[in-house]
């Protein structure tokens, strides 16, 4: 018998004793944050800032209009910044930086030697502070969202639910996902949080209509 | 070869030199504490947590009920969206298959994310054996390779090691296998985690093999999940050509929607974070990102054996957030590594004579391991009655197929002696464990001379504090 063979038939006898066990699984759960009533668009946003800025994240809110400036605000630190296919161009008009288009794909160590990124996501989760990108239009491949030190990610206000379980029908599993929540860290040391091991140490996020 | 938990002794001696380590001890105290209080405020913001755990509980059961169909829809949808699924009897075969993907790439150094499957499985040394470095990338799990050390927790592997021995390891030992430290590295664990960063970071950009574990399969669209803080996961699930996943195979959830629960819940009880920094999600590869070549290893290793056990197979629900060894007093006093094991703490004493059987007294002596005060049973966010397996499992040493053959009250009270013998402190631990559980559950039984023991200790009701702490609180009662 092979190893599969092996394992399936052990299970099987294993659970003998289970078989025509039915589980109903209690979906009793809260499907949205707690301190957010259903629908409160409003609401989740203002929860997703706070949580975004008690993780260390810079945090702008910001109308169509300034979202350019917003970006150039973003990336003053930045020499450098790396940006995915279809984000749209006039975002990054008015920041005189050097701009790679990660098209053809840069190398890791092309995106290694860049200063940022700018993306947009596909879905946002307030109570978590959570940014989720899916590989979408502007947000491009996960290499070039992780090697630059600064993260500028732009959320529209539509994106943002208010709990995880909101977030889950509108994400695509098939898609290589990302959740960000705040910038990379660890506690490893003695239990203090530090900000900023492999990933990018900066997370700015502009929250625009 | 780096140490293993080879020929460990049993439970009593190995906590006995362990709570002579008053370092240790320290270290310890002040991380599980730490640990502990944020968990703490975050489950009390979640007014439905109960809710949670009913669900997270009743899905795992789901699983384990029909494992066989469950993986059998994991192996057809990772294969059609472009993965190789591969299935390991036990660790031999499971670090056989991995060391034949590695080689059929030619490389010689490859990266890996934190897992406990291939700590339990002891794979960095079967690799180094065929002539591959693997390297750890997490924080601690570096700490705990660069030390040449075992890990004493499943979170946070080297909190047992304070600042000051973290700087002398870096500086010690990683211009050994890579860049060195910076000059003057001091103790501060902004700089220490800096010098991880850069040692690392040459790493990530030359790897071409990645392995790393997962906390989650998606039963329904083959897709895996990985959380994680520092972004070495994200490096290793995306810059390398080639992925390789070794997986437990009761690591299975059965929708989409039901990460929803687990994401939920998991880093609030392992680390007292809402979620983790990071958490990947993928299914096979994805054309022009990310690994061009994807392996998922599937293992048994024991899994099979809890599984037969109808009291111990709910150990199985286990999603290694650590929480139970956070709260528990004897771990406390103990640290990890007492228990032998890279599962220590309450799901430790469970879970290795499940998977390997209580054969051997080290083994044998893990049930022992435990005053049964119930905390773990409170905290576990997916219920395991840690209580209930407990005293099955000394039931079987005591009076099954074991082996070994402890005469069960006296090693009970020998192995427990070893962490409780300073009264003050024991009372002190076991009050901040919070409320103290029922011992035994209403209604069971246990066979032969452990009967009247469990008749006496059969308690109607939960106690909501402890005696010792009703006590204090009502002066013996007089308030």
Redesign the interface.
């Known amino acids: 018998m092979n190893a599969r063979d092996t394992v399936l038939s052990r299970i099987r006898r294993a659970t003998a004793d289970l078989s025509g066990t039915r589980t109903t699984v209690p979906r009793s759960y809260l499907r949205h944050a707690p301190t957010v009533a259903p629908g409160d668009r409003e609401g989740a946003v203002a929860l997703l800032v706070e949580r975004l800025e008690e993780y260390g994240a810079e945090v702008r809110r910001t109308d169509a209009p300034g979202l350019p400036a917003a970006v150039t605000r973003a990336l003053e630190a930045a020499r450098s910044a790396v940006v995915p296919d279809g984000l749209p161009e006039h975002w990054t008009a008015g920041w005189d930086g050097e701009l790679h288009r990660d098209q053809p794909p840069l190398t890791h160590h092309q995106l290694a030697a860049v200063d940022a990124v700018v993306t947009t996501c596909a879905v946002a989760v307030a109570e978590s502070g959570t940014l989720v990108l899916d590989g979408g239009p502007g947000q491009g491949r996960r290499a070039p969202t992780l090697l630059p030190d600064l993260h500028v990610c732009v959320v529209r206000e539509d994106q943002v639910v208010s709990a995880l379980p909101e977030a889950m029908p509108r994400l695509d599993p098939r898609r290589p996902l990302t959740w960000i929540s705040g910038p990379s860290a660890t506690a490893d040391i003695e239990m203090i949080r530090v900000r900023g091991v492999h990933g990018p140490r900066r997370l700015a996020v502009l929250i625009a209509p | 070869m780096s140490k293993t938990f080879m020929g460990w002794p049993a439970f009593p001696r190995a906590a006995e030199t362990a709570v002579a380590d008053e370092q240790l001890r320290t270290?310890v105290r002040?991380?599980t504490h730490?640990?502990r209080g944020k968990r703490a405020a975050l489950v009390e913001?979640?007014?439905?947590w109960q809710?949670?755990r009913?669900?997270a509980a009743?899905?795992k059961?789901?699983v384990?009920?029909?494992?066989?169909t469950y993986?059998?829809q994991v192996?057809e949808r990772v294969t059609a969206?472009g993965g190789t699924v591969?299935?390991?009897?036990d660790a031999d075969?499971a670090n056989r298959i991995v060391t034949r993907l590695v080689r059929d790439t030619g490389e010689t150094e490859i990266v890996k994310v934190k897992s406990m499957l291939t700590e339990e499985i002891g794979l960095d040394n079967a690799l180094e054996a065929a002539g591959i470095s693997a390297r750890e990338?997490?924080?601690?799990a570096t700490?705990v390779q660069l030390g040449d050390d075992l890990p004493s927790h499943v979170v946070?592997p080297?909190?047992h090691r304070?600042?000051s021995e973290?700087r002398d390891i870096f500086v010690r030992e990683m211009g050994r296998h890579g860049r060195p430290a910076p000059e003057g590295l001091t103790d501060d664990?902004?700089e220490?985690?800096e010098a991880?960063?850069l040692h690392?970071?040459e790493k990530?950009?030359k790897a071409k093999v990645a392995v790393s574990g997962a906390n989650f399969v998606?039963a329904e669209?083959g897709?895996l999940c990985v959380v994680e803080?520092?972004?070495?996961g994200?490096?290793c699930l995306?810059?390398a050509d080639t992925l390789i996943s070794v997986v437990g195979?009761e690591k299975v959830v059965p929708t989409?929607?039901d990460?929803?629960?687990y994401?939920?819940m998991l880093a609030r009880s392992a680390?007292g974070?809402?979620?983790?920094?990071?958490?990947?999600?993928?299914?096979g590869t994805?054309d022009?990102?990310?690994p061009g070549t994807f392996h998922l290893v599937?293992v048994?290793n024991g899994r099979?054996?809890a599984?037969?056990d109808?009291v111990g197979?709910q150990a199985l629900r286990c999603i290694r957030c650590g929480a139970c060894m956070n709260i528990c007093p004897v771990y406390e006093r103990t640290g990890g590594q007492a228990y032998g094991s890279v599962y220590p703490g309450p799901i430790g004493a469970i879970l290795n004579p499940l998977l390997k059987g209580p054969d051997d007294p080290q083994t044998a002596s893990l049930p022992y391991a435990s005053s049964l005060c119930g905390a773990c049973n409170e905290v576990c966010p997916v219920r395991i009655r840690f209580t209930d397996v407990l005293l099955k499992l000394r039931s079987d040493v005591a009076e099954g197929d074991a082996k070994v053959k402890h005469r069960a009250e006296k090693a009970a009270l020998k192995a427990v002696g070893a962490v409780m013998d300073h009264g003050p402190l024991w009372n002190a631990a076991v009050r901040a464990a919070g409320t103290v559980g029922a011992a035994v559950p209403k209604g069971m039984k246990l066979p032969g001379p452990l009967h009247g023991w469990t008749d006496s200790r059969a308690l109607p009701d939960i106690p909501k504090e402890s005696f010792r702490a009703w006590w204090k609180r009502t002066e013996g009662g007089a308030k």
């Not at chain 2, 913001?45 to 439905?48: G, N």
């Not at chain 2, 990338?137 to 601690?140: F, G, N, V």
């Not at chain 2, 974070?273 to 299914?283: D, G, K, V």
């Open positions: 270290n002040r991380a730490t640990i913001e979640r007014p439905d809710d949670l009913d669900a009743a899905l059961d789901d384990l009920a029909h494992l066989d993986l059998e192996e969206a591969h299935w390991a009897v075969e990338t997490d924080l601690a700490i946070v080297a909190l304070n600042r973290i664990p902004g220490l985690a991880a960063r690392m970071r990530f950009l998606v669209t897709t803080s520092e972004g070495n994200r490096m995306t810059l195979i989409w929607r990460l929803e629960v994401l939920q680390t974070e809402r979620m983790a920094p990071y958490t990947s999600t993928w299914t994805t022009g990102d990310g599937l048994d099979t054996r599984l037969a109808p197979r």
